[in-house]
């Protein structure tokens, strides 16, 4: 399949498929809250809801082949055990049956005794018959952590007129059952009085805390602990509906009216406890932010006040529809933030409250209903019937409601409501669904899952979201004739179910459901039914995922004149939807109604679809960090380890491959072209005139050929496949590196993390610490590299487990660990094992294998690392070759040496991309030098004595040879030398210019002059250079070149050099000159000779002239003169005029006058008469130039 291995994919392409996902991820974040969706503002103004058409759209009447569309599986009956059936015959006081789902249990007690058995298969019967009483109720809690054994899972409470009895709950487990046998404690744990309170109903929290419900109205708490204190019982009853000295007072004093309490529930997300009386009255108790805390905060009822709410909220007169409750249910925070409880009448009225002022965050504070939402039947055009007030059992949690409704004495209705296949509308929109059940409803539970959704969205997202990852929810009701377990069915399942039933992808059916949801939905389900292992729903799904996914296209903006002409005033919104609200989050940016500026692409749904569960699979570790970072106690250094468990990686993993086999088994998802042979017309009907509106400039005629129509179509059509195949394919690479650094990370997460991460140097740990799973996926490889490296290195030595581990992760991760990813492993490897080898000579052998290796490599590997490890071990010549090596490949064209050689012009890119390569590599070859020079200029270390008597050993030169910087340092330069890469060899002279100039001018290279010719042109390093260059020459013999450099560095202006410099550059460049007519016998070279003399006499009159102003008494005019001497050669009229004239220099004139050949006898006389008036003869005499101008003026005379 063309790109989908290509391992050469770029961190820029994986970052475009990333923003292309994490959009349709967004979107997928775009719900609207529970409180959102009912309209709930303020508790001043309650809401209402259920009387419009969109609150339970019918299926059946806007898709008639939904009609039979299934949201349960079919039910699974078990009946009671033969042998309970016949306690009935014998019951003589009270019978009473409940579920406790947390462990697959039916609990039944007649008279005294209690009975427990699974509801799966009516087996594993236990019983308790050590009572004496009546039992009234069982409940089922955790118990409190430290306090039994540990073969103590949980706590039965049993409750009868006179006691409260606490019995141990154990399990044995077979299998992946971990509650497959139950076993009841003989005796119980604990026994209370329960001071002649029936108490009606006990629930437990999180925390083991016993709550029970009494007739009598109050609240009750079981408090237990280990031992009896000093002021408290070992297990006592706390009533927290009165003071905490209610004990003292006899219950036959109270007289106030009874209201037996009925129902407790507890919000554990919020650790807020509920009570609902007979009378439906409904209190808040407050648990505290532990769960630890109580207090009662608020309490209602369905009073005037209530129903007057409620009715003004549903606009519905008849106050018998919100009372009497029949059920009350915590919502948590994973629902919504801002409503708390739910509480169900009847009739099916759901009642919504909240505990906080306004949607505030905090402990709650108050009771206050805000919505009131009708059941089903209660719209204009609704073909439904009304539930009626025949509610006497309901169930509700995460937005599903479960009512039974009583039809007969003997048969009930079973009534589910629930919002899953209506995702992401901005109005509570429920689908209902209803069927018998045999024998009268006792209770209703949800089995806890306990893969619960793996999501940091609060509250959670909808059921599609996730669905992919999620176990069915299970439903288990419990009638007198026994169980039904139902379970809820994904829409996904629901489509699964509906290719069954359709035996393929064509039908009514298929067609419905795929209206039913967006393109992107629906090939997002499609999607996770074909990567499952059931082959013939796979195939169906995938014909589905093409046949329906639709194409991409382009979105033109709808022309001023077409929307005169078709009586628009703005487009047409449309939806694929049956039931999509007009705006959702996924409606396009052209249908929310934003201007278009041009043509904008829409991708089809299979595009989308791709994006979409790709995004779902990695949204719960994507943003997520890689390691987390704790505290562990005794240890100085904070531990690291995987975010993720090794189960956790797995699940990734294996569901991620399965969307890659996908796409392996698909190549045409990547089509560049139709599917279908003759052109679809796509968006909107009228895309062709808005096409050729938008296109046609102004004045232009409207009538068009109909091929232009069609040649711009095919040309945008084509176009849109284009993009979208690329696109696609930049997906599908980010699905394989994603699979295969899953794979890489689970496999470091299997060899001791920590130790890996220990190795890690203290920058790369930090950078291991800040790093997501997005960043390695995408742009991780230099750590992931890095991490690779230092496991293998924690095997060094072991041969068979390195090229087991290179093998694994060959396997694993082929484009993230490549071929030469394991080249370099094996290097590394290779180099530590050179540290433990003792002999020099076998361990310089392992290492020139080692470079070989490298060498391979040189270009992919870090090589800031690969030096580091050959300079650890003082291997400094692979240093050299691997980071030449490096520059080579990294630069094969030469680029950058034209790039240099040009100038490094701005706008050659390409050069000067290629030139700071070959810089960067070069720049670890400079700095090892640069160790190694510093290292050699540092005092010397004590000499050591030897370790044993005896001669030396046999490897004691080399050994001692290794140890010398001085050498090492001069054998590195000597190798650097020798390269044939001009480039370097300029990298190389700078730093030798920097640091070892003369050991510069000793290299014999044709490129050393070169280099100081170009350094030369930078005016700030001019001298330096003009310097190293003449003896450049000088030692190379080239006398003439060296004379020539030294007569342009005496007349280089600027106050680097002084005047006695410039003199001694050009008697040396004289030198220079005469060493050149010695060997040659070329005329220029003779006259350059001369020229030099020349300029060598002016400049001496010209430092004569300088000393003699420097013997003036100081002054500006004196300071001033002395710079410009020192700044520049001059001539004989510039020292004449501007110099000895002015400072009255006599003897400096005659000597001009002398040097000049000026023969004015007047001029002359004048100036010995100026001398001589001075008294300054003496000082004049000792010059012999001024000895000769006497003799002239004397036969004058």
């Given at each position: 399949m063309p790109g989908i291995s290509d391992p050469a994919i770029t961190a820029d392409a994986l970052e475009e498929a990333a923003k292309e996902v994490e959009k349709l991820l967004t979107a997928d974040c775009q719900y609207t809250e529970l409180s959102g969706k009912l309209r709930v503002q303020s508790?001043?103004?309650?809401?209402?809801?259920?009387?419009?058409?969109?609150?339970?759209?019918?299926?059946?009447?806007?898709?008639?082949?939904?009609?039979?569309?299934?949201?349960?599986?079919?039910?699974?009956?078990?009946?009671?055990?033969?042998?309970?059936?016949?306690?009935?015959?014998?019951?003589?006081?009270?019978?009473?049956?409940?579920?406790?789902?947390?462990?697959?249990?039916?609990?039944?007690?007649?008279?005294?005794?209690?009975?427990?058995?699974?509801?799966?298969?009516?087996?594993?019967?236990?019983?308790?018959?050590?009572?004496?009483?009546?039992?009234?109720?069982?409940?089922?809690?955790?118990?409190?952590?430290?306090?039994?054994?540990?073969?103590?899972?949980?706590?039965?409470?049993?409750?009868?007129?006179?006691?409260?009895?606490?019995?141990?709950?154990?399990?044995?487990?077979?299998?992946?059952?971990?509650?497959?046998?139950?076993?009841?404690?003989?005796?119980?744990?604990?026994?209370?009085?329960?001071?002649?309170?029936?108490?009606?109903?006990?629930?437990?929290?999180?925390?083991?805390?016993?709550?029970?419900?009494?007739?009598?109205?109050?609240?009750?708490?079981?408090?237990?602990?280990?031992?009896?204190?000093?002021?408290?019982?070992?297990?006592?009853?706390?009533?927290?509906?009165?003071?905490?000295?209610?004990?003292?007072?006899?219950?036959?004093?109270?007289?106030?009216?009874?209201?037996?309490?009925?129902?407790?529930?507890?919000?554990?997300?919020?650790?807020?406890?509920?009570s609902r009386s007979e009378k439906g009255v409904i209190q808040v108790f407050d648990l505290g932010n532990d769960g630890f805390g109580m207090s009662r905060v608020a309490q209602t009822s369905t009073d005037n006040y209530v129903i007057n709410r409620a009715c003004q909220a549903a606009g519905i007169a008849d106050r018998k529809l919100f009372t009497p409750i029949v059920h009350i249910a915590p919502i948590a925070n994973t629902e919504s933030y801002t409503l708390h409880l739910v509480a169900v009448t009847q009739a099916g009225v759901r009642l919504y409250f909240t505990t906080t002022p306004d949607g505030q965050q905090g402990r709650p504070v108050l009771l206050a209903m805000v919505h009131a939402r009708l059941p089903p039947g209660f719209s204009p055009s609704s073909t439904m019937l009304k539930p009626g007030n025949t509610i006497h059992l309901a169930h509700y949690r995460r937005g599903t409601l479960l009512l039974a409704s009583s039809q007969t004495d003997d048969k009930d209705a079973l009534l589910s409501i629930d919002h899953d296949i209506f995702p992401f509308q901005y109005s509570l929109t429920e689908s209902q669904v209803s069927f018998p059940v045999d024998g009268r409803s006792w209770a209703i539970a949800e089995v806890p899952n306990l893969v619960e959704p793996m999501s940091s969205l609060r509250p959670l997202p909808p059921a599609i979201v996730s669905q992919h990852a999620q176990l069915q929810r299970r439903f288990v009701l419990l009638t007198a004739q026994g169980t039904y377990i139902l379970d809820k069915l994904h829409p996904v399942d629901q489509l699964r179910t509906v290719l069954e039933m359709c035996r393929g992808a064509v039908g009514e059916a298929v067609d419905g459901f795929c209206r039913l949801f967006k393109q992107e939905q629906m090939c997002a389900m499609c999607l996770v039914l074909a990567t499952k292992p059931d082959q013939q729903v796979a195939m169906w799904a995938t014909e589905v995922f093409f046949q329906y996914g639709g194409e991409p296209h382009f979105v033109f903006p709808t022309s001023a004149a077409y929307q005169l002409q078709a009586g628009q005033s703005s487009p047409q919104v449309t939806s694929t939807s049956a039931y999509s609200t007009p705006v959702s989050a996924y409606a396009s940016p052209s249908v929310l109604g934003r201007a278009i500026m041009g043509p904008e692409l829409v991708m089809s749904g299979r595009h989308q679809g791709l994006c979409l569960y790709l995004g779902r699979l990695i949204s719960p570790f994507w943003n997520a960090p890689l390691v987390t970072v704790t505290f562990v106690a005794g240890q100085k250094e904070l531990q690291v380890q995987s975010t993720f468990s090794q189960e956790q990686l797995g699940v990734f993993t294996e569901q991620l491959n399965a969307l890659r086999n996908f796409i392996e088994r698909n190549p045409q998802l990547m089509a560049a072209t139709s599917p279908n042979d003759s052109l679809v017309q796509t968006g909107s009907p009228n895309v062709h005139q808005r096409l050729l509106n938008f296109m046609r400039p102004e004045g232009m005629s409207t009538a068009s050929p109909l091929h232009i129509q069609q040649s711009l179509q095919i040309k945008y059509r084509n176009e849109a496949f284009s993009r979208e195949s690329r696109s696609t394919q930049q997906v599908c690479q980010l699905v394989i590196k994603t699979c295969e650094a899953l794979a890489m990370w689970k496999l470091l997460s299997d060899n001791q993390l920590e130790l890996t991460v220990a190795s890690l140097k203290q920058a790369e740990r930090d950078q291991l610490k800040g790093i997501t799973f997005k960043t390695f996926v995408t742009s991780g490889k230099h750590i992931a590299n890095n991490m690779i490296t230092s496991l293998i290195n924690r095997f060094a030595g072991d041969s068979v487990m390195t090229d087991n581990l290179v093998k694994r992760l060959r396997e694993l991760a082929p484009t993230v660990y490549s071929e030469d990813d394991a080249i370099a492993s094996k290097a590394s490897e290779l180099v530590m094992v050179a540290k433990t080898v003792q002999n020099y000579h076998d361990q310089l052998m392992i290492l020139r294998e080692s470079l070989q290796l490298y060498g391979k490599v040189a270009h992919q590997v870090d090589l800031a690392s690969v030096c580091g490890e050959y300079q650890a071990v003082q291997f400094y010549d692979a240093v050299v070759e691997v980071c030449l090596c490096a520059a080579s490949h990294k630069d094969p064209q030469q680029l950058a040496l034209r790039h240099y050689k040009s100038g490094q012009p701005e706008d050659d890119a390409q050069g000067r991309n290629a030139f700071n390569q070959r810089m960067t590599s070069y720049s670890h070859i400079t700095n090892m030098l640069q160790q190694l020079l510093n290292a050699s200029q540092a005092p010397a270390s004590p000499t050591h004595s030897p370790v044993k008597p005896g001669p030396p050993s046999p490897h004691s030169a080399e050994l001692k040879q290794q140890s010398n910087p001085k050498q090492q340092l001069e054998d590195t330069l000597t190798l650097s030398l020798q390269s044939d890469d001009e480039l370097f060899h300029v990298t190389l002279y700078s730093w030798m210019k920097a640091n070892l100039h003369d050991r510069l001018v000793e290299v014999r290279s044709p490129f050393v002059e070169d280099f100081l010719k170009q350094v030369a042109t930078n005016k700030d390093d001019f001298v330096e250079t003009l310097n190293l260059l003449w003896r450049y020459y000088e030692k190379n013999r080239e006398y003439f070149a060296a004379a020539h450099v030294l007569e342009r560095l005496a007349e280089q202006p600027g106050s680097e050099l002084s005047l006695d410099q410039r003199i001694s550059c050009l008697s040396r460049a004289v030198m220079c000159a005469k060493c050149c007519n010695l060997t040659t016998t070329v005329s220029n070279e003779g006259e350059f000779l001369h020229q030099l003399e020349e300029r060598l006499d002016v400049a001496r009159l010209q430092l004569q002239v300088l000393h003699a102003i420097a013997a003036l008494p100081r002054s500006h005019q004196v300071t001033t003169a002395l710079d410009l001497l020192n700044a520049e050669l001059m001539d004989l009229s510039k020292l004449y005029g501007d110099f000895a004239e002015v400072f009255d220099l006599y003897e400096c004139k005659l000597a001009i006058v002398h040097c000049a050949g000026h023969e004015d006898s007047a001029l002359v006389e004048t100036l010995w008469h100026n001398i001589i008036d001075t008294g300054e003869l003496a000082c004049v005499c000792v010059c012999a130039c001024v000895r000769a101008c006497v003799r002239v003026c004397m036969r004058a005379c």
């Open positions: 508790n001043s103004v309650p809401t209402g809801s259920g009387k419009s058409d969109y609150d339970y759209p019918a299926l059946s009447a806007s898709i008639p082949s939904l009609g039979s569309l299934p949201f349960y599986s079919q039910a699974q009956r078990t009946p009671l055990p033969p042998d309970l059936v016949e306690q009935f015959d014998q019951m003589q006081c009270n019978c009473s049956m409940g579920l406790f789902p947390d462990i697959s249990r039916v609990w039944m007690s007649v008279d005294t005794n209690v009975y427990l058995w699974s509801y799966i298969d009516g087996g594993d019967l236990a019983y308790f018959d050590g009572l004496n009483e009546v039992i009234l109720t069982a409940g089922l809690v955790l118990p409190k952590p430290g306090i039994f054994q540990d073969h103590i899972q949980f706590l039965l409470v049993l409750t009868t007129p006179v006691d409260i009895v606490i019995l141990g709950v154990s399990f044995t487990s077979v299998g992946s059952d971990c509650y497959s046998e139950m076993h009841l404690q003989p005796e119980p744990l604990f026994v209370i009085p329960s001071d002649n309170v029936n108490l009606l109903s006990i629930t437990g929290s999180r925390h083991g805390r016993i709550f029970a419900a009494g007739k009598d109205g109050c609240l009750y708490e079981v408090v237990y602990q280990a031992e009896d204190g000093w002021f408290s019982r070992k297990c006592r009853k706390i009533n927290h509906s009165t003071s905490r000295l209610s004990f003292l007072v006899p219950s036959f004093l109270s007289f106030s009216e009874e209201d037996p309490m009925v129902q407790i529930t507890i919000d554990e997300s919020r650790n807020i406890l509920y």
